[in-house]
Nanobody, 121 residues
Framework: QEHIEESGGGEVQTGGSLRLSCVTS?????TGWFRQAPGKEREGVAC????????YYADSVKGRFTMSRGNVENTFYLQMNSLKPEDTAIYYC?????????????????WGEGTQVTVSS
């Protein structure tokens, strides 16, 4: 059974920053962040291939969000800067085999419970 646990959500004002954390089971594959706002479809935000560290981002967050690996094994971060009200959503961490632009449009195999991010104007 895959273990995935997110943390770090909260409420910030427009232009603020938050860092989300995700702890997963060990394995050499991919970790991704997705989000879903009320009344909207789930959107792939960012992902990382554990093997080579390559990352991919949705166009809506490029230049503002950065996904990285932590110093503690199987820990991953999503640094979110210059937050906008439209970034408000539940953010989910997920794992699957591969991360690339196409993978961000798919439904991944394993999911965490999610963490709420609210950006107020």
């Amino acid at each position: 059974q895959e273990h995935i646990e997110e943390s770090g959500g909260g409420e910030v004002q427009t232009g603020g920053s938050l860092r989300l954390s995700c702890v997963t089971s060990p394995g050499n594959y991919a970790t991704g962040w997705f989000r879903q706002a009320p009344g909207k479809e789930r959107e792939g935000v960012a992902c990382i291939n554990r093997g080579d560290g390559s990352t991919y981002y949705a166009d809506s967050v490029k230049g503002r969000f950065t996904m990285s690996r932590g110093n503690v094994e199987n820990t991953f971060y999503l640094q979110m800067n210059s937050l906008k009200p439209e970034d408000t959503a539940i953010y989910y961490c997920a794992t699957d085999l591969v991360c690339d632009d196409h993978a961000l449009t798919l439904t991944w195999n394993y999911w965490g419970e999610g963490t709420q991010v609210t950006v107020s104007s």
